[in-house]
């Protein structure tokens, strides 16, 4: 079954740190970038951070310095380590593989269910 399963939100303090982490199935994992994306209330799906196959990574300007996108390919895994949580930080992030044309083939997106931050006093 390909699938993408999202874990590790909740409550947490301002200036607290939380790590995401997103399990993949059914994928060669180790080939395939990886993404974060969040939506707040009320708010457009943005993108947080990506991480490519290689392992470059980039960043919204709204988290640089705060958060980081890793990988670990024996445990098709990719992480969301979360520092200097604000509130504007509060959203559902979710797990994302972008759609991909290899070879004439197209692999499609997929998605995660989403997990949920809060970050408040």
């Known amino acids: 079954q390909v699938q993408l399963v999202e874990s590790g939100g909740g409550l947490v303090q301002p200036g607290g740190s939380l790590r995401l982490s997103c399990a993949a199935s059914?994928?060669?994992?180790?080939?395939?970038?990886m993404g974060w994306y969040r939506q707040a209330p009320g708010k457009q799906r943005e993108l947080v951070a990506t991480?490519?196959?290689?392992?470059?990574?980039t960043y919204a300007d709204s988290v640089k310095g705060r958060f980081t996108i890793s990988r670990d390919n024996a445990k098709n895994t990719v992480y969301l380590q979360m520092n200097s949580l604000k509130p504007e930080d509060t959203a559902v992030y979710y797990c994302?593989?972008?759609?991909?044309?290899?070879?004439?083939?197209?692999?499609?997106?997929?998605w995660g269910q989403g997990t949920l931050v809060t970050v408040s006093s």
């Open positions: 994302n593989r972008p759609r991909a044309i290899v070879g004439g083939h197209l692999y499609p997106e997929l």
């Open positions: 059914g994928i060669i994992f180790s080939i395939n970038a």
């Open positions: 991480i490519g196959s290689g392992g470059t990574t």
